[in-house]
């Protein structure tokens, strides 16, 4: 269900995740997109300085939006997803389930799925974290280990994705039934992002069209 409340701000007690990675990756595309238009503007001739901010002001809005915006605000009552175009508020009740497969998702009870583009799935670490599961279960195969051992060592046998999945289900069964995290989900579009995307490609249509 769309809404257009605005979704509440993530407080202290919140749990944010994000992808390191990905940021990275934005920080560099703006840089390149950075060096590009200033390189146009100062040696560029005719309209070639138009069409490099036309295209900057729809490449900036668009590689932030992927790489800087994804968040994950997980509290005790509700979590908030923040994905590239729009965010979306779920009290802990209306959720029905959190799964990672080739990429994280979260259902509702009314059968909605939303896509937690700030935890990206790497096949990569999950294919690492079975062959220490592998070996550990070759080291011990009986399972004599005490159960004093380490809870860190256990962990770190787990992608890290699927450990974040694994502790937002918790964190959702754990709160589904408090009064405070009942409610309708609510969902806002990020206009912040899509205006401006628009707006460049409008104006590069425009350049474009009219060269």
């Known amino acids: ?21 990905g940021m990275a990756g934005g920080a560099v ?10 390189d146009a503007v100062v040696r560029g001739e005719g309209r070639t300085p138009w069409l490099a901010l036309a295209g900057a ?34 009290p802990w009740g209306s959720v029905a389930d959190v799964r990672a497969s080739y990429s994280s998702e979260i259902f ?9 583009w700030a935890i990206p ?9 079975a062959r220490r ?12 280990t005490s159960v004093h051992a380490d809870v860190s060592d256990a962990k770190s046998r787990i992608a890290p994705a699927d450990q974040t999945i694994a502790d937002l289900r918790e964190l959702a069964e ?5 009064a405070e995290a009942q409610g309708a989900p609510q969902i806002r579009w990020a206009y912040e992002v899509l205006a401006p ?3 460049g490609a409008v104006l590069l249509a425009v350049l474009l069209a009219t060269g």
């Open 174 to 178: 754990r709160r589904s039934s408090a």
């Open 29 to 38: 595309l703006l840089g390149l997109i950075a060096w590009i238009v200033v």
């Open 108 to 116: 509702t009870q009314d059968g909605s799925k939303y896509q937690l």
């Open 197 to 199: 995307a628009v707006a």
């Open 57 to 90: 002001l729809l490449a900036v809005p668009v590689v932030v939006a992927f790489t800087f915006r994804p968040a994950v605000f997980a509290g005790e009552d509700r979590i908030r997803i923040r994905n590239p175009f729009r965010t979306i508020v779920l």
């Open 133 to 144: 599961q592998a070996q550990a279960a070759y080291d011990d195969p009986h399972g004599t």
């Open 1 to 21: 269900m769309t809404s257009p409340q605005q979704p509440e701000p993530s407080t202290d007690s919140d749990r944010v995740f994000r992808s390191p990675a």
């Open 121 to 129: 799935v790497s096949l990569r670490k999950r294919k690492a974290a």
